[in-house]
């Protein structure tokens, strides 16, 4: 509360000394133009630090523009007292006056911090160079350094003034509504609170006041009006950071982020314009830098937007390989299981029979108890590369379907094949000799669920696995170590030694 009323104070103690002392009126014009851009500038870097991103240089540059409008008015000052010329736009004030927008300018053409490029930071100085000579040219093409001769070329500056501060304002606007980041809001909070004030208060002082009878300062109360900008930004920078904001329509905000880069080279291209009938060389020249630009800047973009595109995509690929393996043993894991399955039973044209393989480790649990958690583990890497190694068809699939289980989709294998091969992997699980206590052979072995059908319309890769998983069952319930497997409804298994046991 007490910073609003700080601004008020200075607006009213500004105009009382205007009316009470009116022989000092230049003066104290002056006093209190300085003073409230100073106190713009503390306002600024207080904000700054508050806003948590030091490496933010949008700040540097309003601070920048605040001191080259100092530097307009001190070049005002000295030719009211050193030079005694009392015209009000000389030359070297009016180009100051101008001049000081190019540094937010800047600031409103550039991306957040976070998506800020060195090579739009070089487009950008290039441009905004181009553009400081601009300013210049087409500020001293109106008046001379004495100042604006006659009331034509007066107008003229202060149109060109109004043009300058309305674009900028509705720059400023723009990014300050369309934005979904919570720095880019605070800092363009303030320069929107500047430039719109000023705009207004420059377009009624400028016509009204300078124009209308007081071109000199503090020959008028409404000196005061050019205070409001300053005190504004003021106001904008030392109220607290909204922790919650208007969030703009999505489309609005990448929209404005898209356009913004535009804005400095709309104004080369807009002051280029300017200056073509009386420089046509550098009018043209900058016309074409300016469309150059924009076309630079787009085509890095794009360049950058691809490869942001090929970084996600390799990343989605890396992900999706993730979602699809086991940890633990590398395999495909009961999702990508899922999903193999499925796919073989709904290939079109699949004749063959589909079979699938349910395996099982024996007293893995001992296992576990007796060695621990990380033999376990170890137990279960070795099998899933014994298991790979052996006896994979191309086009076989092999998963950890879960815990100490996996499983072998075996496409176009008919059921005796299939258990010929769930033979094989046992064999070979138990030719790894792992010593295993527990175990009535000594060494951990497997039991194998086998079941084949064909894909058809009344059944679903579902009843597959419930055949194989009933059939692991069985070889487990007639002594593990053994194959199963399903056959007409029937549920045979195959003993160790490779006879026919039926259970
Ligand atoms: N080390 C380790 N153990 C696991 C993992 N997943 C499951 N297990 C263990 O596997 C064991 C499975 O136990 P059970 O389901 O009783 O099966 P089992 O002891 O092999 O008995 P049968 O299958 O009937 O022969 C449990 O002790 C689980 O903790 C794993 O990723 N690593």
Redo the contacts with the bound molecule.
């Keep these: 509360m007490k910073y609003p009323v700080v601004a008020a104070s200075i607006i009213a103690a500004h105009v009382a000394a205007l009316v009470l002392v009116p022989d000092l009126g230049m003066a104290i014009s002056y006093t209190f133009f300085f003073s409230v851009t100073g106190l713009a500038m503390v306002g600024v870097a207080v904000a700054w630090r508050r806003s948590g991103t030091p490496r933010d240089r949008r700040w540097w540059l309003l601070l920048a523009s605040l001191a080259l409008w100092a530097v307009g008015m001190s070049l005002s000052a000295r030719q009211n007292y050193v030079l005694e010329n009392s015209n009000p736009a000389p030359g070297d004030s009016m180009f100051f006056y101008i001049l000081y927008v190019l540094p937010v300018l800047v600031s409103v053409s550039s991306a957040p911090v976070a998506a800020r490029k060195k090579w739009a930071m070089a487009i950008d100085l290039v441009l905004a160079s181009l553009l400081g000579v601009l300013f210049y040219i087409r500020t001293f093409s109106i008046v001379s350094l004495e100042g604006a001769v006659g009331t034509q070329a007066a107008v003229d500056v202060a149109y060109m003034l109004d043009f300058e501060n309305s674009c900028l304002a509705v720059a400023a606007l723009l990014r300050y509504l369309a934005t979904d980041r919570a720095d880019d809001h605070f800092y363009f909070r303030g320069v929107s609170a500047f430039f719109v004030t000023y705009a207004l208060s420059g377009y009624f002082y400028n016509h009204y006041v300078a124009l209308g009878g007081h071109p000199e300062f503090g020959t008028s109360p409404w000196d005061v009006l050019l205070d409001v900008p300053f005190l504004a930004l003021f106001l904008a920078t030392t109220t607290r950071m909204p922790q919650r904001y208007w969030h703009a329509p999505v489309y609005l905000v990448r929209f404005v982020q898209s356009a913004s880069p535009t804005f400095l080279a709309m104004s080369v291209l807009g002051f280029g314009l300017m200056v073509i009938p009386g420089y046509p060389v550098l009018g043209i020249g900058a016309a074409i830098a300016a469309v150059i630009g924009i076309g630079l800047r787009g085509t890095l973009a794009q360049v950058d937007l691809v490869e942001e595109e090929f970084r996600l995509v390799r990343s989605r690929d890396e992900l999706q390989g993730l979602v699809f393996v086991d940890s633990?043993t590398g395999l495909a894991n009961r999702r990508a299981l899922d999903e193999r399955l499925l796919h073989e039973w709904h290939r079109p044209g699949q004749q063959a029979p589909i079979a699938l393989l349910m395996i099982?480790?024996?007293?893995?649990?001992?296992f576990?108890d007796r060695f621990g958690?990380l033999a376990?583990?170890e137990c279960?890497r070795t099998i899933a590369s014994a298991l790979l190694r052996r006896g994979l068809r191309a086009g076989d699939f092999i998963a950890r379907f879960g815990?100490?289980e996996f499983a072998v989709v075996a496409p176009g294998t008919n059921l005796p094949d299939a258990v010929a091969l769930a033979e094989e992997l046992r064999h070979e699980i138990q030719s790894l000799s792992i010593v295993h206590p527990f175990s009535p052979v000594g060494v951990v072995t497997i039991s194998v669920g086998v079941a084949a059908a064909n894909a058809s319309s009344e059944s679903g890769p579902l009843d597959l696995l419930n055949a194989a998983d009933r059939a692991l069952y069985r070889a487990?319930q007639a002594g593990?170590n053994r194959v199963g497997s399903q056959e007409d409804g029937r549920m045979n298994t195959v003993r160790l030694d490779g006879s026919r046991y039926i259970g």
């Design positions: 633990l099982d480790v024996d007293h893995f649990k001992e576990n958690h376990g583990d279960l815990g100490e487990k593990r």
